[in-house]
Nanobody
Framework: QVQLVESGGGLVQPGGSLRLSCAAS????????MGWYRQAPGKERELVAA???????NYADSVKGRFTISRDNAKNTVYLQMNSLKPEDTADYYC???????????????WGQGTQVTVSS
């Protein structure tokens, strides 16, 4: 089994910052891309940011220049530093990882349980 555990969500005022963390554990041979998605009430889940094992990043236009994704491959952990937060960033944030459980398997997508981020004064 593979587990993704997120932490770092909470309530913050507009203009504030939060840092999300997501640690993958379990039967892991390697991890390809890791990323963060979010889902606001009544909206579809959307990609926020992603990072490959080599460090190539991709961001949604709405967060470029404000959010930074990074990862620690030795710890199987991905981070999302969120600065200059806006009320429209309010959502449940989900971690995603493409995991290879053995040298003979194929990559599968795994999801965390989600962490809530609320931006409000």
């Amino acid at each position: 089994q593979v587990q993704l555990v997120e932490s770092g969500g909470g309530l913050v005022q507009p203009g504030g910052s939060l840092r999300l963390s997501c640690a993958a554990s379990g039967s892991i041979f390697s991890i390809n891309a890791m990323g963060w998605y979010r889902q606001a009430p009544g909206k579809e889940r959307e990609l926020v940011a992603a990072i490959t094992s080599g460090g190539t990043t991709n961001y949604a236009d709405s967060v470029k220049g404000r959010f930074t994704i990074s990862r620690d491959n030795a710890k199987n952990t991905v981070y999302l530093q969120m600065n200059s937060l806006k009320p429209e960033d309010t959502a449940d944030y989900y971690c995603n990882a493409q995991v290879l459980r053995s040298a003979w398997s194929t990559y599968r997508n795994y999801w965390g349980q989600g962490t809530q981020v609320t931006v409000s004064s």
